[in-house]
């Protein structure tokens, strides 16, 4: 089973998104395990402070390495085989083939930083695989945390109804995908392609990936170039 285990001070979100449609019913189902520890219990003093100012001065808090350490410690020992992600937007932004080998693997152990992130040591001592879902700032690794779990867990045997579906997706092809339509013929004055209801499975076949180059031409040139890395 693939077992995600969530560090975070807000366990209370979770499952929240994932525990609803697909991911919720793979959830009650078995396919995979979710597991929040609340990383306030392993906080100082009478107060169970996670955080503390920074050191050289400037604005923020940063949470304090040792807490953090004792939540990794108690949630995930030394011979545990799950990666431990830091969800960080100084991270390896997040891609569908990490997320392939994620969903292969036995699941994650997901550290979800609050205020100005975590104190820089926590990275190498726990050997944190900082991962980024996207060149903007949250104020939390929660949201991002569901996001790449929604990206896994959808990949796992059982989880989408049709295992095809999966696969002509944007970025598994390397391009974004071709547009889809459906009933009604003609939207307001907009008719579906002819091409689409030809019956010509070959030659819609060559359309949807004529409009899938095109799209990811005029959109996304970055993925046409990294596929000819
Ligand atoms: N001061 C940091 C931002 C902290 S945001 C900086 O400038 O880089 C607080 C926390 O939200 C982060 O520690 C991280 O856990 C999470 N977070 C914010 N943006 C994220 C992103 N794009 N991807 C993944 N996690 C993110």
């Not at 030659?203 to 799209?215: D, F, G, N, S």
């Not at 005029?218 to 990294?226: E, V």
Request: proline share 7%; net charge negative; charged share 30%.
């Amino acid at each position: 089973m693939w077992r995600a285990t969530i560090l975070t001070l807000f366990p209370e979100m979770f499952p929240g998104p994932l525990g609803l449609s697909l991911a919720g019913d793979a959830l009650a189902r078995g396919v995979w395990a979710l597991e929040t520890r609340q990383i306030r219990e392993h906080g100082i003093g009478r107060h169970r402070a996670v955080d503390d100012t920074p050191a050289g001065g400037g604005p923020g808090m940063v949470m304090r390495a040792d807490v953090l350490a004792a939540a990794i410690d108690a949630a995930a020992d030394e011979n545990d085989p799950r990666p431990r992600l830091l969800m960080s937007p100084r991270g390896r932004p997040l891609t569908q083939a990490r997320v392939r080998d994620l969903a292969q693997g036995p699941g994650a152990v997901i550290l979800c930083a609050r205020f100005e992130g975590v104190d820089e040591r926590i990275i190498a001592a726990r050997r944190l695989e900082e991962v980024s879902i996207g060149d903007y700032i949250l104020s939390g690794g929660e949201v991002a945390a569901f996001a790449l779990m929604d990206a896994c867990v959808r990949l796992l045997p059982g989880v989408m109804g049709e295992e095809l579906s999966g696969e002509e997706e944007s970025f598994e092809t390397g391009l974004l995908e071709y547009p889809h339509y459906t009933r009604p013929r003609d939207f307001e004055g907009r008719p579906i392609p002819e091409i689409l209801l030809s019956g010509d499975h070959a030659k819609i076949a060559k359309w949807r990936h004529e409009q899938a180059l095109a799209l990811t031409r005029a959109r996304r040139p970055d993925l046409l170039a990294r596929g000819k890395e």
